[in-house]
RNA sequence: GGGCCUGUAGCUCAGUUGGUCAGAGCGCCACGUUUACACCGUGGAUGUCGGGGGUUCGAGUCCCUCCGGGCCCA
């Protein structure tokens, strides 16, 4: 039923019109009695509310809403919740210059605090100045500031056309989130999984955090090499070469590769080391590069990831020298209180910073003559904080580790499960699998998930402390599941009160937070409501599909998997889908320290959001995409002849009054050889675009759909243009040629809106409310039977065919510069024996699509006569053309 | 240093298992205001497929090597 077809069509105020609709009748809406097979379950990520959302989000996000909508019109429930990300970094420092706070996780809770700033302009208050606030307070204006732009981040979303259900958002701190992620936690110290353990680790000396393996980022970094003199037993010198002269005071070792012809007669000898005296044993390890400097190494505790690496597999003595706060101990450390160096190390090392005391030790060493020559500048790699501007520095500190294969276990072999699961995930593209063995395979420790932070989830766990107010920490007191969310910084655990804080035989709480990934991790298990509801959890877990890009396979996807392994045995889902970067016209990745970026809201609002996704969908996952204007602009040209040929296709011949002459979707009334050809090769689009649809190869799916839409506009519906209109017959008595030419477009038309529904979700909506009833995107995907059902075996190449012959005259005509409507009065057209059944049998229409008005003679090519890439090989051999009509005055 | 991806028309990209594979769109040039569409239509031109070797009857396609981009890990 053709209701309002507009005059004029427009994509201006699509996304408004339909974000309204859907909201209002639910279209999206997930339908929880669907059963899990009836189910497709979608774990989005959830973006960083306190960043800012980037034309990367809006490229991925669409990718994942292409399956999402695909998935519907398939007549799966889809579950497909968006969630968002507040923890870390930004948001504290957010609030902090904000609200003129500072946390302080030793503070109680007031539950009447008043904030002494509501927005500073920007302006940064000094830590001075800020009000120190207990991590519960903290947190709740943490809540307050992301709620607004949580807002901002779901009318982007919404502009764009997610197919979200919006009544299903989460966020990462919510209370639900912190639940899951301390129940999960508790599980995981229960069954051995969690532990806690005093280990050297890297230590951001700035943030006063330490920091995990997946959030190191290597950079080249300047320093020197200086030569330093170690002693044999007789007093020969044994040179080693080193840019942290400052660690000599923790040095255990000097070490060199089992190999190296140069130092074979120091193995199983000691050494003394220069101004300290202290003897260390010289021995042998695979890890010395003998091309590096001088090829032996001094071991100290800790100066490298290296030295980690032999003073465990060594098992080398601890000496550490440098603190967290990134100074050398107070206190002359015990192994060098007798030796030589006593007096320098309390004079002009303890308490220095390991610059100024790096200084101190260069001189002595010049003094004592063992240094050899001066320092020579050198670039090397060095481990930071992937937000940090400081070298990390390995300090030994308490601190919580969740198992993740990375150390050795005696009960199980997780670094194989996890090889295994990662077998049985299907990636698109697979490539990407790479990416995730070779990060389980290269991983040498557990994961660290303390973090010293405040706005994060809490360990759940206090320590017990003894008769004399010692911390104990083998005496763990943790909350039971239903107590959660715990903060046990603000709250006592059961069985005490909160005076109790601190005092003797009383408890203090752990004050760190767990790494943002140990809640984000749980986000298929959160969303799915695991623990909490079990009704919902059977019916979308495991899930279908986590979209995400590349560069967190390491973190988000691999500690995902872990989670789930570990919790459920299973994994948390069937497919990853990883996308590309974003690329400038440089070819560079786009990022806001660039000053490339684009904002989203005003791509959406410049080209629309149509266009905007058909840009973002039309390249394939896994691979970079250019930031393209033109695609955009492509993808509101299709929009728009979205729009204008539906106008066209299914206002022929209906009365607007009456509506005699309506359309009926009846196949039976398609009898036109060139309407069956049609039919018969968009059944094959509909299988190519279902087939790459399911193995999540959107961008095909979109190409084979719009390159036949195109030759659909261009030639088919120019074609049959005078059939359809049926010139001068009444309504109710149209030949059935022309309600061939009428079924056969509407019916097309019905396929292609669906097609393109994924896609481009506002225009399709737009014709589909013309004549359809619901929404286009809870219609049915096609199929390609009744379609070619329709066709009644009829062979597609016969509208390739008439297309070719029909361009051939327009070809002529565009030769001799005269407007297409220049009459053909007569002409011989010669056509290659494989095209000529389909143009005979369309050749009514092609004379009127041609205006040939008189005779127009078809003959077989002969060999070598027409190139086949010109219009199939068709060539007209002589022709005669008429006037052309009369211009109409411009009006 | 190791791994993965990538290099095809001025631009953005397709090119399944080696055999109409030299392609699309944009841009460009020419023409045309045709009542679905000027945010238009029609027609046309455009390439040592990064370089060099090799396998093969046959190589953008497979192998080797070199060069250039990007990312990850050391």
């Known amino acids: 039923m053709v209701r309002e077809v507009p005059d ?188 806690q353990a005093e280990a050297p680790g890297l230590w951001d000396v700035t943030f006063q955090t330490a920091v995990a393996q997946a959030e190191l980022e290597a950079r080249e970094y300047p320093g020197h090499y200086h030569r330093v003199a170690f002693h044999g037993a007789d007093g020969s010198p044994v040179h080693i070469e080193t840019t942290r002269p400052e660690l000599i005071p923790s040095v255990v070792a000097l070490i060199a590769h089992p190999d190296d012809e140069r130092y074979q007669h120091l193995f199983g000898t000691t050494v003394t080391s220069p101004l300290f005296g202290v003897e260390v044993p010289v021995l042998a390890h695979h890890a010395a590069a003998m091309d590096k400097g ?161 706005f994060g989830v809490a360990v759940p766990v206090w320590y017990g402390l003894d008769e004399n107010g010692e911390v104990d920490y083998e005496r763990l007191i943790t909350p039971s599941e239903a107590e959660l969310p715990v903060d046990p910084t603000s709250q006592a655990p059961a069985g005490y009160t909160e005076d109790q804080r601190g005092t003797p035989n009383g408890f203090v709480g752990d004050n760190d937070v767990m790494d943002t990934w140990a809640t984000s991790s749980l986000s298929p298990l959160i969303v799915s409501g695991w623990e909490r509801d079990a009704d919902l959890f059977d019916r979308v877990y495991p899930m279908d599909l986590r979209p995400q890009g590349q560069d967190i396979i390491r973190t988000w996807l691999f500690s995902s998997v872990v989670r789930s392994h570990l919790e459920c045995d299973v994994l948390p889902w069937k497919n990853a889908a990883i996308s590309g970067w974003i690329l400038d016209p440089d070819r560079k990745k786009m990022s806001k320290s660039k000053g490339n970026v684009v904002t989203p809201m005003d791509l959406l609002v410049e080209h629309g959001s149509d266009a905007v996704r058909y840009w973002a969908a039309a390249a394939r996952l896994g691979t970079d995409a250019a930031f393209e204007v033109g695609q955009m602009k492509i993808g509101r040209r299709l929009a728009i002849k979205v729009l204008n040929a539906s106008k066209f296709a299914l206002t022929f011949g209906v009365d607007p009054e009456t509506g005699a002459g309506e359309i009926v979707l009846d196949p039976a009334a398609v009898t036109v050889d060139l309407d069956r050809a049609m039919l018969a090769g968009l059944a094959d689009v509909v299988d190519q675009a279902t087939a790459a649809l399911e193995a999540y190869d959107h961008t095909r799916a979109l190409e084979i759909t719009e390159s036949y839409f195109w030759a659909f506009c261009d030639d088919y519906l120019e074609l049959v243009k005078d059939r359809a209109y049926g010139a001068g017959a009444d309504a109710d008595q149209v030949s059935a040629e022309t309600v061939s030419a009428r079924t056969a477009l509407a019916i097309a038309l019905d396929t292609m809106l669906r097609l393109l529904a994924p896609f481009i979700p506002f225009a399709t909506e737009e014709v589909w409310s013309w004549w359809r009833t619901g929404s286009v995107h809870r219609a049915p995907w096609p199929t390609a039977e009744p379609l070619r059902s329709a066709a009644q075996g009829v062979d597609p190449l016969g509208l390739t065919a008439a297309g070719h012959a029909l361009a051939a005259l327009r070809k002529l005509k565009s030769a001799a510069k005269v407007s297409m409507k220049t009459p053909i009065l007569s002409g011989t057209v010669a056509v290659p024996a494989a095209l000529l059944p389909g143009v005979r049998s369309a050749l009514e229409d092609v004379r009127g699509a041609g205006r040939a008005t008189g005779t127009l003679d078809l003959v077989e090519a002969t060999d070598g006569q027409g190139d086949p890439d010109v219009q199939g090989g068709i060539v007209v051999v002589s022709h005669e053309l008429g006037e052309p009509p009369a211009k109409k005055p411009r009006s």
């Open 8 to 195: 004029r069509v427009s994509t201006d105020g699509l996304e408004a019109k339909f974000d309204e609709r859907w909201a209002a009748e639910g279209t999206f809406a997930f339908d929880r009695s669907a059963t899990r097979e009836q189910v497709y379950s979608i774990d989005t990520p959830p973006p960083t509310v306190s960043g800012s959302l980037h034309v990367g989000h809006v490229f991925s996000y669409t990718h994942t809403d292409v399956v999402a909508r695909f998935q519907r019109m398939r007549g799966k429930e889809v579950f497909y919740p968006m969630g968002w990300d507040d923890n870390g970094l930004p948001t504290e420092r957010r609030v902090q210059n904000y609200f003129g706070v500072r946390c302080d996780p030793s503070l109680p809770y007031d539950p009447d605090f008043t904030p002494p700033h509501q927005g500073t302009e920007g302006k940064k208050v000094k830590p001075a100045d800020q009000v120190p606030i207990s991590r519960r307070n903290f947190i709740e204006l943490c809540e307050e500031l992301t709620a607004d732009d949580e807002r901002q981040f779901e009318e982007l979303w919404r502009r764009l056309g997610l197919s979200v259900d919006w009544a299903q958002t989460y966020q990462t701190i919510d209370s639900t989130s912190r639940a899951a992620s301390q129940r999960a936690f508790l599980r995981n110290l229960s069954r051995g999984e969690a532990y």
């Open 294 to 454: 001088a090829g032996i190494a001094m071991c100290c505790t800790f100066g490298d990831l290296t030295d980690v690496q032999w003073w465990r597999e060594l098992q080398l003595p601890t000496r550490s020298v440098i603190g967290r706060d990134g100074r050398l101990t107070r206190d002359t450390p015990a192994w060098l209180a007798d030796g030589p160096g006593a007096a320098l190390y309390a004079e002009a090392l303890a308490g220095r910073t390991a610059f100024s005391a790096r200084t101190a030790v260069v001189d002595a060493l010049r003094e004592s003559g063992d240094l050899d020559g001066e320092p020579k500048p050198t670039q090397r790699m060095t481990n930071f904080y992937e937000k940090g501007d400081k070298p990390l520095e390995i300090v030994t500190s308490r601190q919580w580790y969740i198992r993740n294969g990375g150390r050795a276990w005696e009960q199980r072999d997780l670094k194989a499960e996890l090889l295994g699961r990662g077998k049985e995930l299907d990636f698109h593209p697979d490539f990407m699998r790479v990416r995730y063995d070779n990060w389980v395979n290269g991983l040498n420790g557990d994961w660290l998930i303390s973090r010293q932070r405040f």
